[in-house]
């Protein structure tokens, strides 16, 4: 078992704490399958919000917040039925913008494995009004159920009542749709190739800069974050800040990065080119490799 979850598994029931161990394998990121979350329901006689909720300090143990020391943990609830966590980060010493939500973490992390459609968030604390926003992106996002402690399920609208999201600029798509950019950039280079896939993969609906950042690690891992554009602008999650949560959640420290390429299309309103430099720059010394096409 991974010695990161030991505190998690402390604060869970112990039938439940004795079935999730196993599976808390050393690389173990904060995915369940459909079948592993039976399995858990069945060894511990927990169901659905019962079982959910009792995951969650799993979740917040994936957390990276050297400034807040505030761990919060996620489930997003796939309509496949596996469950993706997330949880928050800070880059320490640095700005607060930098910062990744524990829901976006999560919804990031459901995204980046191919799930389409979300049908629910489980979250240790109330959703905070940005994340709040980031969530209406989704295009189920009136019908996304909220489990937190000790407050009734609600759906999103509930939470965020009036929100003004991609309809009210005349977007029908949404974040988690799959829409396929189809740029294209000669290179033979496998990094610059998968970070291509990946902006192909963003959305960026109003900046129309598709973008996405391929990390390599010096055991030859690549990590990857997609542009996630939001309709309010600042609650946009960019490429790098998703990238480095995922290393975070599978517990790789970013001086492994040895490599970092950027992919963005050219025709858009904004560059990433400054900004993910600028957030590489904060955590190691490897320089950006940008590409546009
Ligand atoms: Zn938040």
Redesign the pocket.
Known sequence: MNPRFTNALSQMPEALADAVAPMLTPRFAGHLTAGQIEELSEKSGLNGSELFLALLPIAAALAYVPISNFYVGCLAHGESGDIYMGANMELSGEALFHSV????SAISHAWLAGERKLVGMTVNAP??G??RQFMTEMNNNENLLIRLPNIPEKTLNHFLPFAFGPADLGIEEGLLDGKDYGMTLESDDALVQRALKEANLSYAPYSNTPAAIALETKEGDVFVGRYAGNAAYNPSLPPMQMALNAMMREGIGFDQIVRAVLVEGSNGHVSFVNSTSNALATISSVELEAYQC
């Open positions: 939500h524990a829901e976006q959703p905070c940005h994340c």
